[in-house]
């Protein structure tokens, strides 16, 4: 009977040394694998770097995917800007932040070909890389990080903005209403209600209205304020009321304010303050606390007369019927708020 041949088993991993050496020598010295293989490995290698640049171009446009952006290739001018200026303590502090932590934020861009993006959003962190980088030449300061994206239109874009600033670091009422003037004007939107609908759709209808009475400040005083973005609620309501009702009080103010040419804000609010105090009915005005200059203020849709004095700049004393006092003014702050209770307090 004829012996069986014994079957080898190849250990874990290959083939044994002697098999593999077989094989080789069956192939043949120089001959590469079938060519077969080989495409079939270059067509899945071609097929998956095909889906990850995919997937990265997808993520780049949905912003997914942050950006390093030299700095000379950000178009700051792309929209109207909401926000009008910076203080130079409110700059100085993020110029320290950046300096310290870097950028922890990234700022919104569009693509606008080229090379070239335009800003949505980060004007004020833009501006502090800019200044960082001109002081110190320091490359770090010399890009911005930067997510792409890709409004539909351009009032989208706006709202995108305008909604960034308001979720960081609040608007003035007259930045609101500015940004809504400027959109109009460009084209953005037909009309300033259908601006502030869009612009502040968040916002509440008080909210909105109030924006709206800064509109006409806006329209009426701009360029004669130099400080307009430190017109608090309260005082610009009042004056945008005042604009409204007074036909020539536009007029008078611009002239005032040519002529005072207020230094700081402060003597600016004091000077709008006083104008709003102040009717032309003053020469008939009799004398208060003797000494001191007495002004009456028009109560809306009455014919009664309430005395006004001001004790000192800024800070205006309103005698209403019924033993009642006001004070108000841009003097009338919380340190003032404090000191005034203070005094009371020590008062037997």
Do not use: C
Request: no cysteine; proline share 5%.
């Amino acid at each position: 009977m004829a012996k069986r041949k014994r079957l080898t088993v190849p250990p874990l991993g290959g083939f044994a040394p002697a098999a593999a050496s077989e094989t080789k020598a069956m192939i043949g010295p120089g001959l590469a694998p079938a060519p077969i293989s080989r495409v079939t490995g270059e067509a899945a290698a071609t097929a998956a770097l095909r889906e990850v640049a995919e997937e990265l171009g997808a993520a780049r446009s949905e912003g997914r995917l942050m950006l390093r952006l030299e700095l000379d290739r950000i178009e700051e001018g792309w929209l109207v800007r909401d926000r009008m200026g910076i203080e130079s303590e409110e700059l100085a502090s993020l110029m320290t932040s950046l300096s310290t932590h870097g950028q922890r934020s990234p700022i919104e861009v569009a693509d606008m070909g080229e090379g070239r993006f335009g800003l949505i959003s980060g004007w004020r962190r833009v501006t502090a890389l800019r200044r960082l980088f001109s002081e110190t030449g320091d490359e770090r300061f010399a890009t911005a990080l930067a997510i792409l994206r890709r409004p539909d239109t351009a009032a989208a874009a706006y709202v995108a903005m305008v909604e960034e600033n308001e979720i960081r670091l609040g608007l003035s009422y007259y930045e609101r209403a500015r940004i809504a003037a400027k959109a109009v004007d460009a084209g953005v939107f037909p009309t300033p209600k259908l601006a502030l609908q869009q612009l502040y759709a968040s916002a509440s209808r008080a909210k909105r209205s109030k924006i709206g009475s800064f509109l006409g400040i806006y329209q009426m005083l701009d360029g004669a304020l130099r400080f307009p973005s430190a017109v608090p609620e309260r005082l610009g309501l009042a004056l945008a009321r005042r604009l409204e009702e007074e036909a020539d009080f536009a007029a008078r103010l611009v002239q005032a304010l040519a002529e005072a040419e207020p230094a700081t804000a402060e003597e600016e609010l004091a000077l709008l303050a006083d104008r709003l105090a102040k009717t032309e009915v003053l020469a008939k005005a009799p004398a208060v606390d003797a000494g001191k200059e007495a002004a009456v203020r028009a109560v809306p849709n009455q014919h009664v007369a309430v005395p006004v004095s001001e004790p000192r700049p800024g800070l205006f004393l309103k005698d209403v019927r019924g033993g009642e006092l006001v004070l108000y003014g841009p003097a009338v702050d919380k340190a003032f708020r404090e000191r005034l209770q203070d005094w009371l307090a020590r008062q037997s």
